[in-house]
């Protein structure tokens, strides 16, 4: 976790796994305003992130984001920007996605819809809705090139998304939509990393690893504190270097 200073930090699908785990790292780590995100906060699933909001009151913001819902998305920026103020937002965490398990033969059109609804086209549309308070950020920091605490855009993703790697991978469950979504959200970090370099906004795709949570299952190789460590380790310590980058969390590069 050395070296990372982000004071402004959103964090999509934080109301379990990685969301969560992150939320409850980045309060370690003493990020000042930190904006968990997810589409019902006031849900059954959200209560240990209510909890986590209770318990740390003007650090930790509940907002109702629905990455799948461009309206809810716009909706959640004005919130977040009328609680900013001039300093901006240094952290976005592209984090909510979802994992329907099908193959090539089984997978539906609502499957692959609601897959790039969620995993694709919301993050895009997060990043636009959210790009008002980066730019901010990244102007206000009054420091040269590119880091975490400055502005930085990122999305998690896969090694399941690696064209190199995904014919020799071991699959521990179908995930076909939710690879080929992935692989598009490496190119959108590619589009982004490459259109926001004049603002200097960073923005890498990070692999948290084979975790245990919901979607990841009990066979996985890591928890979620080890992999959300060593995430935020790696975003830490990021620069122009790997801007438009993909990384795992340990901080190899991952062939596209």
């Not at 780590?29 to 019902?40: G, K």
């Not at 906060?41 to 819902?69: C, F, I, M, Y």
């Not at 790697?165 to 979504?181: A, D, Q, R, W």
Request: hydrophobic share 40%.
């Amino acid at each position: 976790m050395a070296g990372l200073k982000a004071c402004n930090a959103l964090v999509t699908g934080a109301n379990r796994g990685l969301g969560l785990e992150m939320v409850k790292q980045l309060l370690e780590a003493c990020c000042s305003n930190i904006f968990a995100a997810c589409r019902d906060p006031d849900g059954p699933n959200s209560e240990a992130l209510r909890e986590l909001a209770k318990n740390h009151p003007g650090v930790v913001t509940l907002v109702q984001l629905d990455v799948a819902d461009p309206c809810s998305i716009k909706e959640s920026a004005k919130k977040v920007g009328s609680l900013l103020g001039k300093k901006g937002l240094n952290l976005l965490v592209n984090n909510a996605a979802v994992l329907p398990q099908k193959t090539m033969l089984t997978t539906t059109v609502e499957d692959m819809q609601n897959t790039f609804n969620t995993n694709v086209i919301g993050p895009l549309f997060v990043i636009r809705e959210y790009l008002p308070y980066l730019r901010t950020a990244a102007k206000a920091s009054g420091k040269p090139g590119m880091s975490c605490d400055k502005a930085a855009v990122i999305n998690i993703s896969t090694d399941s998304a690696s064209m190199s790697i995904m014919p020799v991978l071991e699959e521990p469950f179908p995930f076909f939509p939710y690879s080929i979504s992935k692989a598009g959200l490496n190119m959108l970090t590619i589009y982004t990393a490459r259109d926001l370099k004049a603002d200097e906004i960073l923005c890498i795709s990070l692999h948290p690893g084979w975790v245990k949570t919901d979607m990841g299952g009990d066979m996985a190789s890591i928890d979620a504190r080890e992999s959300v460590e060593g995430m935020l380790r790696v975003i830490g310590g990021l620069t122009e270097k790997q801007n438009g980058g993909f990384l795992d969390f340990t901080g190899e590069t991952i062939p596209w």
